[in-house]
């Protein structure tokens, strides 16, 4: 069975300053990770994916996020955010040869200041 | 694109009625799940489908039953509403393993149910 752990339910930030959101999972097999937005009063919409290959995953809108294995870890990461980046984000893992399930993290709200 | 409808985007029902949530898909995809969202809890999976009339449990059914008989169209049923129950409900679809699968579920924007 899979876990996701978003460190902070909450991050205040403001604009052009950088940001990083914590994920940690965990997990007895090969993980499929994801990270997805959710605007006010809207779905969810994907960010960026890890599948395979290069540990560093470049996504929408400026985020990239970083898989490390050692470290069971896919933080998230802007270098300037905008006022039109606050949204709530999920980390979100699922096993690999499990049917494409998701485990959702418990949600990071993101508020940027002017 | 990918597109997830979903029929309501705002619902208040009665306690012990009995509620449909709707969603479609247009993508032609295998799979397809229901999810509810509360603050701080994330989104948890009630039920998923494989395929026409497939369905499996995800972690919170109680409650909940589901129907699938059209691969574009999954419904969330509530047999007898509760207080409970009120919450953000999520549509999503993905299509099936092994195929041109990318392992992206897509969302609908989501009903929010009142149950008073």
């Known amino acids: 069975a899979q876990s996701v752990t978003q460190l902070d339910s909450q991050v205040p930030v403001f604009e052009e300053a950088p940001v990083e959101l914590r994920c940690n999972y965990s997990s007895s097999v090969s993980v499929y ?72 993290g418990q949600g990071t709200e993101l508020s940027v200041k002017p | 694109d990918v597109k997830v409808t979903q029929s309501s985007r705002y619902l208040v029902k009665r306690t012990g009625e009995k509620v449909f949530l709707e969603c479609v898909q247009d993508m032609d995809h295998e799979n397809m799940f229901w999810y509810r969202q509360d603050p701080g809890l994330g989104l948890r999976l009630i039920y998923f489908s494989y395929d026409v009339k497939m369905k499996e449990k995800g972690d919170i059914p109680e409650g909940y039953s589901v129907s699938r008989e059209k691969k574009e169209r999954f419904s969330l ?40």
């Open chain 1, 33 to 104: 990770l994801f990270w997805y937005v959710q605007y006010p009063n809207q779905g969810l919409q994907l960010l960026l994916k890890y599948l395979s290959g290069s540990t560093l995953v470049k996504g929408i809108n400026g985020f990239e996020a970083e898989f490390n294995k050692s470290q069971t870890s896919f933080h998230l990461r802007k270098p300037s955010v905008h006022i039109s980046d606050t949204a709530e984000y999920f980390c979100a893992v699922s096993g690999r040869y499990q049917g494409g399930k998701l485990i959702f």
């Open chain 2, 77 to 116: 049923i509530l047999e007898s509403a509760s207080t409970n129950q009120t919450s953000m409900y999520l549509c999503a679809s993905r299509a099936g393993i092994g195929t041109r699968s990318s392992y992206e579920q897509y969302f609908g924007p989501g009903t929010r149910l009142t149950v008073t």
